[in-house]
């Protein structure tokens, strides 16, 4: 098993406990590894549910995409996923809004990269952005946020939404790292022992 299959793995293990995931889920004419969906509902009434004072929902669609290296294209490419198909299916659900009491929704975009991405690529995903708000604000907005994360040497890159990914990001490296090395030196020595 690749160090990019044990990270997968350790990362939706750790996402299993907030979101629902689907594997190999299909979005326009692309399938990604996995997709995990998150619903939250806040609402105050007063002395019983039919007496709603407000209420507001908080949404998060998280797909995991795995690349060879991330280039200026492949960030146009996920620009046009969510301008296109995330944001229009998963936010609005092919409609003209979002449901109501609809407060965010965030689309966030976790690409691990078996390589580090050149300089520009890095400067682009910093600066990546997407921002849509529905009704004037009444009905809430939408973002986007991108994380990035090398194999070659588990830094991370983050645009200024996703910048509190990184950390996740970061420990499951080091966990995956530290399981496929181990893996590696098992069998090293199971191969010396059976050579002896």
Known sequence: MTLTDVF????????QANFDI????????????????????????????????????????????????????????IMTTITNEAEPILVRKNEKYPEKDHMCTYITFIVVSSKDPDEIAQKKIRKFHFDKGYLFNF??????RLAVISMESGNVWTNYSGRDIKPLLTDAYSISSDIVKHKNMSTADVLIKSVS
């Open 8 to 15: 997968l793995q350790e990362l939706l293990r750790r996402y």
């Open 139 to 144: 009905r809430g907005h939408s973002e986007a």
């Open 22 to 77: 689907t594997e190999n889920f299909t979005l326009g004419d692309t399938t990604y590894p996995a997709y995990a969906w998150f619903y939250s509902l806040s609402e105050k009434y007063v002395l019983k549910k039919e007496a709603t004072l407000w209420a507001i929902k908080a949404f998060e669609h998280v797909l995991f995409s795995k690349v060879d290296s991330v280039s200026e294209d492949t960030l146009d490419d």
